[in-house]
Antibody
């Protein structure tokens, strides 16, 4: 069965960076884009961008341009999302999600990773 | 700018039909996806391409999209349907979510 297993919760100070991992299993990793979506406490969903695991191509939401980098390690079917220059407003649950198809939706989601930014 | 507008809350009695809307200018020209999220859980895709149900999603979930409004309809609403619902569409290569609607089954 398809699974996306994310790394555990993390706490960072303002100005630091965080990297969240997302290990895929149960399907061919290279065949589906991985998206990253975040959700601040009590708030809605916010799309951050995607990575094509096959080519490594990425597309980031304009809001995160310059602060986010999405990468992948194909040998271990894992996608990564790094967010830099963290601030308190980045406190959120970060989800990875598989693309059903180009702009069709996200059919499988990771369990989420809580990132807390606090001094 | 492209923004999807949802009502913050919708209430429905058990067994009745719930409708949740998602609006933006000319939204009918784009595909819309819908997600259900229960407290403490990851979102679940319930509809894609406006009206298609992924495997395992109840037939009680249906959708439409025309003009400026996409609608998620839940027929025979059950207590288990109580959740937050988010619509999603794409503006060029940017994914956009609606603000979410809390569905309460009274």
């Amino acid at each position: 069965q398809v699974q996306l297993l994310q790394s555990g919760a993390d706490m960072k100070k303002p100005g630091a960076s965080v990297r969240v991992s997302c290990k895929a299993s149960g399907y061919t990793f290279m065949d589906y884009h991985i998206h990253w979506v975040r959700q601040a406490p009590g708030q809605g969903l916010e799309w951050m961008g995607w990575i094509n695991p096959n080519s490594g191509d990425t597309n980031y939401a304009q809001k995160f341009q310059g602060r986010v980098t999405m990468t992948r390690a194909t040998s271990i079917s894992t996608a990564y999302m790094e967010l830099r220059r963290l601030r308190s407003g980045d406190t959120a649950i970060y989800y990875c999600a598989r693309d059903l198809g180009i702009q069709l939706g996200h059919d499988y989601w990771g369990q989420g990773t809580l990132v807390t930014v606090s001094s | 700018s492209f923004k999807l507008t949802q009502p913050p809350s919708v209430s429905v009695s058990p067994g009745q039909t719930a409708s949740i809307t998602c609006s933006e200018d000319k939204l009918g020209a784009r595909y819309v996806s819908w997600y259900q999220q229960k407290p403490g859980q990851s979102p679940v895709l319930v509809l894609y391409q406006d009206r298609k149900r992924p495997s395992g999603i109840s037939e009680r979930f249906s959708g439409s999209n025309s003009g400026n409004t996409a609608t998620l309809t839940i027929s025979g609403t059950q207590a288990m349907d109580e959740a937050d619902y988010f619509c999603q569409a794409w503006d060029s290569n940017t994914g956009v979510f609606g603000g979410g609607t809390k569905l309460t089954v009274l």
